[in-house]
């Protein structure tokens, strides 16, 4: 028998190449959100690089990709306007301490209680937002600086440019998979615009549109070792803390989504704790060093499985790639047709929307149907932490309220004439209110049993409802007994004290309440 084995070489070299396309995707959004948060553009491309590699070689994920993103520099764009840009690099350093804290308490695990259809919606909307952003790239400045819609010749231009991106994307894997198909389009449109002279605005004419200086340019220099140049004062502490908070909170669960949504295109499992403390290490390092912060980048991370990246290589190439690119070959990256990075965008639109949910909506229950829907609309219009958020929130409450229908009793009367109610379902919040009305205390009997064996005590106030229900019976002058208590369920009343006035009887097959008697 014969075993195949796949060719490490092989795999590497896709890496690679992998990784040298992600990098040509990442400096025009480097760029842009640098731009967004108010910095210099360069603050923006040493944050991509140095949040890239730290979590490419230490992330919990290999093959995810990490940068500057929208959404941090959303959260920065107020704290850069007010109080300039020492503090951004102080709440950086706090942002990537609150993260590595995340990460060694193992909060990363709670990502895996956001419901399918939260991340159904997370991920169509993502793709429509991604979508979106790539609309302002067919907008031109006039002569009085303002955005226009490009128009004529120049329109039709990167229309067809776009379009031969996408088609070499589509079709180029059917003939062959030894290069990326995205790095071929990128390579291939830019030398047929330079041959041709297109009239079609390269990355540099995105840059110098952005920051409104016709000299700008993508070159820089290695990040500097700087301590942020603020008071070491509470004052200073109580202004950037609430920023940090969110700067973490916000790309943990873009980070921490992204690696799901990784985990499920590549059929493996990262880590997400690991995750965790690697994006605090870089956001750490980048405060330290002149960057703005980052975190996952779904759609670069994407352009990389697209293109055949899986391990740590590709997120190492394309951060070194990007760094080269700023100290040595800023001219050749900037010729790039814009064009050519919007095709690949539209490619990793097509290939992130699910579009088997609008299959599955008729045939899902209507909740889920609201909650993809809802999730997806939230993150097209405000952001993606929020519509997370959001979409948690609403599944618990459905989820609490559909639990809160189902219990129900089973009474019967024994031989010595007690009576004794069977329940069925969960005790907690949500049914309290359907267990108190399961009883009927003035018509009952002297003695009265819970049978707890097919139901369970979940919170406090689960424990405040029997309580209640002790003190009904009581004010009748009958007892309430409580039989088949699962262990977990006699802590909590134990745990309550004498907050709990039932008798506990033992059960006569099983003595689980032995200890409570003792």
């Not at 956001?114 to 159904?120: A, E, G, Q, T, Y």
């Not at 980052?294 to 293109?307: R, T, V």
């Not at 990075?341 to 229950?365: A, D, I, Q, Y």
Request: hydrophobic share 55%; charged share 15%.
């Amino acid at each position: 028998m014969f075993k195949l084995q796949s060719n490490p070489q092989f795999k590497l070299r896709i890496d690679i190449l992998s990784g040298l396309t992600v990098a040509l995707a990442l400096v025009p959004e480097a760029v842009a959100f640098a731009f967004v948060a108010g910095v210099d553009p360069i603050v923006g491309l040493h944050a991509a690089f140095i949040v890239g590699i730290i979590t490419a070689l230490f992330g919990g994920r290999p093959g995810m990709i990490s940068g500057a993103t929208g959404a941090i520099a959303i959260v920065l764009v107020a704290l850069v306007a007010t109080h300039g840009i020492e503090y951004m690099f102080a709440a950086v350093v706090l942002m990537g301490f609150l993260q590595v804290l995340a990460g060694v308490l193992h909060l990363g695990k709670f990502i895996r209680m956001v419901p399918h259809p939260v991340m159904l919606g997370f991920v169509n909307g993502l793709a429509i937002v991604i979508f979106l952003a790539q609309m302002g790239q067919f907008k031109t400045a006039d002569a009085d600086g303002v955005m226009q819609w490009m128009q004529g010749t120049q329109l039709i231009t990167m229309l067809v440019l776009v379009s031969a991106t996408m088609a070499v994307i589509f079709f180029l894997p059917k003939m062959t998979k030894a290069i990326p198909a995205s790095l071929a389009a990128i390579v291939s449109i830019t030398i047929v615009s330079i041959m041709f002279g297109l009239d079609a605005p390269n990355i540099v004419d995105f840059l110098r549109s952005m920051t409104g200086n016709s000299e700008a340019t993508l070159h820089g220099g290695f990040p500097e070792f700087s301590i942020p140049m603020v008071p070491f004062t509470f004052e200073t502490l109580r202004i950037i803390f609430p920023y940090a908070v969110i700067l973490a909170a916000v790309g943990l669960i873009e980070s921490l989504l992204t690696l799901t949504l990784v985990d499920e295109l590549t059929d493996t499992r990262g880590r997400g704790n690991k995750e965790c403390v690697a994006q605090g290490a870089a956001n750490l390092t980048c405060g330290f060093f002149g960057g703005m912060g980052g975190c996952a980048m779904i759609g670069q991370s994407m352009i990389n499985i697209n293109s055949g990246g899986r391990g740590r290589t590709s997120g190492v190439t394309a951060a070194l790639v990007l760094l080269a690119f700023v100290l040595f070959a800023s001219g050749l990256i900037e010729m790039v047709p814009v064009a050519a990075l919007v095709g690949v965008m539209f490619m990793v639109v097509l290939g992130t929307f699910e579009w088997s949910s609008f299959r599955v909506l008729h045939k899902v229950p209507i909740s889920d149907a609201f909650v993809i829907v809802l999730v997806s609309a939230v993150t097209v219009f405000t952001d993606l932490a929020i519509a997370v958020f959001v979409g948690v929130i609403v599944s618990a409450l459905v989820f609490a309220w559909k639990h809160a229908q189902v219990i129900h009793a089973a009474t019967e009367i024994d031989a010595k004439g007690t009576k004794i109610y069977t329940l069925h379902g969960p005790l907690f919040f949500g049914s309290i209110k359907s267990f108190l009305d399961l009883f009927d205390p003035s018509n009952d009997p002297d003695d009265v049993v819970i049978e707890f064996q097919h139901t369970r005590v979940s919170d406090h106030s689960a424990i405040e409802a029997i309580d209640n229900l002790a003190e009904r019976y009581e004010r009748f002058g009958k007892k309430l007994h409580l039989r088949h208590l699962s262990s977990d369920c006699r802590r909590l009343l134990r745990k309550a004290g004498s907050m709990v006035e039932v008798n506990v009887i033992e059960d006569p097959h099983y003595h689980v309440a032995d200890d409570a008697l003792a």
